[in-house]
Structures are given as structure tokens and as C-alpha cells.
């Protein structure tokens, strides 16, 4: 069993920052990946930014020079730190966890920019 666990969201104004966070527990030996995709309604999910285990990152061309991903491999955690917040990031975030062949999912944590 594998639970996957974000926090962080909540309204901002465009400009603004918010910082993401999300642990992995349970049943883990090593994760291969962690990231966040987003969601909005009618739209299908995309990734925002991902990093593997030795610290590759990759971004969403949209959230480059705004967005930065880290990670702690020995607390199973990751972060994304969203700076310069537009609209358009207004989303449900979720994150994930990429553990043998398979993704596992947090519950997602919304994030609102608006005036």
C-alpha cells in the first residue's frame, strides 16, 4: 500500500506565490519519479514539472521561469514552488509518485489565482 498526500493550495492573487507539498508513504523501496500534473474541468491532465530520483527535472513549457521543483529522496517528499502566478494556473493539482511500473496518485489540491 502505497498513500500519496498533497497540501498547500488555496486562493491567491495573480503575482502571487504558493508553495505545493506532497509525501509518499507506505509500502516504498525506492521511487523512480516524483511530480505534479494539473487538471481543469473539460481539459485532460497535464504535467506541470516532474524529478527523478538523482534530480532531473522537466517542466511544462507554460510554467518554465515560474515554477521550481525539488525533492527530498530520503523523506519520500516533493515540492513545487509557484511563483508569479497567472490565471490560467488555476487548477486541481495533483501529485504523483512513480514506484516500480506504476503511478500512484494524491487526492489533488486546488489552486485558485484570481483578483
Known amino acids: 500500500q502505497v498513500q500519496v498526500v498533497e497540501s498547500g493550495g488555496g486562493l491567491v492573487r495573480p503575482g502571487g506565490s504558493l508553495r505545493l507539498s506532497c509525501a509518499a508513504s507506505?509500502?516504498?523501496?525506492?521511487?523512480?519519479?516524483m511530480g505534479w500534473f494539473r487538471q481543469t474541468p473539460g481539459k485532460e491532465r497535464e504535467l506541470v514539472a516532474s524529478?527523478?530520483?538523482?534530480?532531473?527535472?522537466n517542466y511544462a513549457n507554460s510554467v518554465k521561469g515560474r515554477f521550481t521543483i525539488s525533492r527530498d529522496s530520503a523523506k519520500n517528499m516533493v515540492w513545487l514552488e509557484m511563483n508569479s502566478l497567472k490565471p490560467e494556473d488555476t487548477a486541481v493539482y495533483y501529485c504523483y509518485a512513480y514506484i516500480g511500473l506504476k503511478n500512484y496518485w494524491g487526492q489533488g489540491t486546488q489552486v485558485t489565482v484570481s483578483s
Open positions: 507506505g509500502s516504498i523501496f525506492s521511487i523512480n519519479a
Open positions: 524529478i527523478t530520483g538523482g534530480g532531473s527535472t
